[in-house]
């Protein structure tokens, strides 16, 4: 080989290994505080989701593309690698971080928040309580008074995974239940229909788009009496704080970007004193309380007459 032909070679590997570096370079399109990221969130708390990420991309030069889907949609979405940044109303199971193990991933994992699961009835009537009990025993077979059917969001979703869970049995299998596809849909539902439960998160009662507002006014949220307890609670801030609350549900941040991106920059900030304080107005429970700051003053000024 020539000296010619060596300095072309050496040329072309040099050529090769810049266009090589300039589209790993170009594959990153996000820092923690910069560019674009999609999101995928649990239809159920889509508003609070919504809300934390208007004041971030408002605080920071990005963009989050926010996807709503029902809780068995995400995780599938997570599984096949479509979704990287994922927002569950729990967290992984141990089997599912088993199978990230086996790919190699390792799923960071942040809890930011507390909701709860909501039951609605349409104000026609004048039912506010209702007992947890009654409502396992509906999802069973047995007939109940003052309940003619349950209303879930999504067949999918984590509302009715949580009710399957808590009663024993798979809900979207027994009969006079019903599954739409989104919780602005059970809202208006229930809201015309006298004596059907609607099964939602708090999230969409306490902080509903403007243009739900109207249908959110003609339905009652109910207190809840738990199994093998005498009180019903309402889901307020301060039972689901204190524990009263039967049906409360941690929010979880999932990210499986596996570098140093806007997942883990959106994570930070949920977990932050600025994303916490947007729970904490919300109605919601924040993760961790945020710190108070108080001014003392040594001495106090009369105001001037």
Known sequence: MNKLTKTL?????????????????????????????????????????????????????????????????????????????????RTLTAKELKAFQSKKITPRIAPFA????????????NDTLIALKDVIDFVNGKVVPNIKGLVFDNANSSTARYIS?????????????????????????????????????????????????????????LSVKDMNKSEYFFPTQDNLAQGKYPLARRLYIVNCQGYAGLGMGFKSFLTGERGQRIILKSGLVPERIPARKISIRNTITKDKN
Not at 19 to 26: G, I, P, T
Not at 198 to 219: A, H, S
Request: proline content about 2%.
């Open 9 to 89: 070679v050496g040329f072309a590997l040099l050529t090769l290994l810049f266009v090589f570096s300039c589209q790993k370079k170009n594959e990153v399109i996000d820092t923690i505080t910069e560019g674009k990221a999609t999101i995928y969130v649990d239809e159920s708390i889509l508003p609070i989701v919504e809300d934390e990420a208007a004041v971030f991309e408002a605080e920071y030069d990005a963009k989050l593309h926010l996807v709503s889907k029902s809780e068995n949609e995400i995780i599938n979405d997570l599984f096949n690698d479509t979704a990287r940044i994922v927002i569950l109303t």
């Open 165 to 221: 869970d808590i009663s024993g049995v798979q809900v979207n299998n027994q009969k006079n239940v019903f599954s739409f596809k989104t919780n602005e849909e059970v809202l208006k539902y229930v809201a015309k229909n006298k004596d059907m439960v609607g099964v939602i998160g708090m999230n969409w009662i306490f902080q509903p788009p403007l243009d739900l507002q109207e249908t959110v006014d003609n339905v009652n949220v």
């Open 114 to 125: 507390t909701d709860a699961v909501a039951f609605i009835k349409s104000k026609t009537t």
